[in-house]
């Protein structure tokens, strides 16, 4: 059996029909209660002095609060089940703070012989263990006009554009005190797209909210933290520059940001259903007229006021002023030095002083410049500045000489200036014969040759070399090859050592006299040998 709640309202009547002599059971079909409902209440209020005497000014509220509150629990008294739960009420509280579902729990019940049924092990757990039931929230104030801005993104649908079907989101605003919202259509939610927003945002207020409340979009916060969160380094950036401070809503708590928490859907329902867009443009615009003529000019339920009207009252005044100047994106990147002293940015490529070779830099790149900078750990946060450039279309090359070392910097630059400064450390005639050999339309087609011109000099000496390019420049022969042979020939020319013709003595010849027995003539064997004989 279903019991219906009585109120105190229902109860103040029941009474006061009573004391003007209705009789019970009328005064239940006209409540729709129970008539035994209603002798309890009279029962309850006689024991507290009200009789029909004293009539309706016996009637206060601290009577109806006694009466109600000696009534409250009644019905039907609790059966066996609920004497087993609240026998082992420690050891389901126990389980449901550990996460265990209540089926769960009332099978580890019944392992202990302790059978019930679930729903009235639902009902104690409700009614005794507040399962299921949320914690209380407490409204936040609004703080001060013109203070905060909260955002979020949603999708609207999907719209056709030149034949083909896009995925229409939304970024949507809302001002936490006068709730005037406004909404700027995009393609992609991108960190340029929430900038974009942002200023779209700013010329519709008029100017600039000193607090931004998003979610944790990873185009805004990198790393969602509640103390200590990492934002993006393009959107800290633009914060900084226009002089509000981002506050984001903690991960997983929607009620950071309730101003404007729930209006995705609401503005999804009023304002892009049925409709119809030829471009994204015309989204745009169409969104910004419904929030400033269709949402801004409709009372909101909260704060009963026009939100337009509300915000030009209180919140316009407080803004910050809006800039002049329309805001320049940066590009940020973490680009590589490479081995040639370069780093590709946005598809150019900039020189890097040479010992920053192999080391990852970080990249901030405007439409007018090219920042890098030294990178601090694994995250984007830098430190020094190393080296400023124009910037480049994609495609194009700056080098900056002083950037690269001194010996690679004159082939890397083709500067045949310097090899012929070069060349003339080596003497007058090798300078004149690499200003002829460079001589010609395309001279950093003949760098090759001077550096072999420079590579004799350092093998045959300065002066041989001076020598043969006089003789060579006179017969007008521009060839090294040619020029080497010249060289080389003059130098086996040249007359060697002259050595004695006198034989030394060999290492180890000895003296005669130095062995055992004495060389004896041929004659004189031959006169011992007849005489044996």
């Not at 009585?6 to 209660?33: D, F, N, S, Y």
């Not at 059978?115 to 407490?138: H, I, K, M, P, W």
């Not at 008029?206 to 380094?233: C, K, M, S, Y």
């Not at 040249?494 to 004695?500: D, H, L, N």
């Amino acid at each position: 059996m279903v019991y219906r709640e009585v109120t105190m309202l229902e109860i103040k009547e029941l009474l006061r029909l009573w004391l003007r002599g209705v009789p019970k059971k009328a005064i239940a079909r006209q409540l729709g209660v129970d008539v035994k409902t209603v002798r309890g209440y009279v029962r309850e209020a006689a024991g507290h002095g009200l009789s029909l005497e004293g009539g309706e000014g016996g009637l206060t509220d601290d009577l109806l609060a006694a009466i109600a509150g000696a009534r409250e629990g009644g019905g039907q008294p609790r059966g066996e089940g609920w004497d087993l739960c609240h026998a082992q009420r420690e050891v389901i509280k126990k389980y449901l703070e550990g996460g265990v579902r209540l089926s769960k729990v009332r099978k580890l019940l019944s392992r202990r012989r302790v059978v019930v049924s679930y729903s009235t092990l639902y009902r104690f757990a409700v009614a005794e263990l507040d399962f299921g039931r949320n914690a209380g929230t407490v409204l936040i104030a609004d703080g001060e006009p013109g203070r905060e801005l909260q955002v979020d993104t949603g999708r609207m649908g999907i719209f056709e554009v030149s034949g083909t079907r896009r995925l229409l989101l939304a970024w949507i605003f809302a001002a936490v005190v006068s709730r005037f919202r406004f909404v700027y259509p995009v393609l992609r939610e991108t960190t340029e797209t929430a900038i974009a927003a942002c200023e779209a945002a700013w010329a519709f207020y008029g100017g600039i909210f000193r607090v931004l409340i998003p979610d944790n979009t990873t185009t805004i916060v990198q790393r969602a933290n509640p103390l200590e969160p990492i934002f993006n380094a393009t959107f800290l950036e633009y914060a900084q520059a226009r002089g509000f401070v981002i506050d984001p809503a903690r991960a997983g708590k929607p009620r950071d940001k309730g101003r404007v928490e729930k209006s995705v859907r609401d503005t999804r329902d009023d304002w892009f259903a049925g409709e119809e867009f030829r471009s994204l443009e015309e989204a745009q615009e169409s969104a910004r007229k419904w929030s400033w003529e269709e949402y801004g000019m409709r009372r909101h339920t909260r704060t009963q006021r026009m939100p337009r009207e509300h915000f030009d009252a209180v919140e316009r005044g407080a803004l910050l002023a809006l800039s002049p100047e329309p805001y320049d994106i940066p590009a940020w990147s973490a680009p590589k030095v490479a081995r040639d002293f370069h780093a590709q940015v946005a598809k150019a490529l900039y020189s890097l002083p040479y010992p920053y070779k192999g080391r990852t830099l970080v990249a901030r790149a405007d439409t007018r410049t090219v920042r890098f900078y030294l990178k601090n750990g694994s995250s984007m946060t830098y430190g020094k500045l190393i080296k400023v450039h124009p910037r480049l279309p994609p495609g194009g090359k700056k080098t900056d000489p002083a950037d690269l070392p001194k010996e690679k910097t004159v082939y890397a630059l083709r500067d045949v200036n310097y090899l012929q400064q070069q060349a003339r450390l080596h003497g007058e005639d090798v300078g004149l014969f690499a200003q002829a050999l460079l001589n010609t339309p395309h001279p950093w087609m003949r760098m090759r040759q001077v550096y072999a011109l420079l590579g004799l000099a350092k093998r045959f000496g300065a002066e041989s070399v001076n020598k043969a390019c006089g003789i060579a420049l006179k017969a007008d022969m521009l060839s090294v090859p040619r020029l080497k042979r010249m060289i080389e020939i003059a130098t086996s020319a040249v007359p060697g050592p002259q050595y004695s013709n006198i034989v030394p003595i060999a290492r180890y010849l000895r003296d005669p006299k130095q062995y055992a027995l004495p060389f004896a003539s041929r004659e004189g064997d031959k006169t011992k040998k007849g005489e044996d004989q």
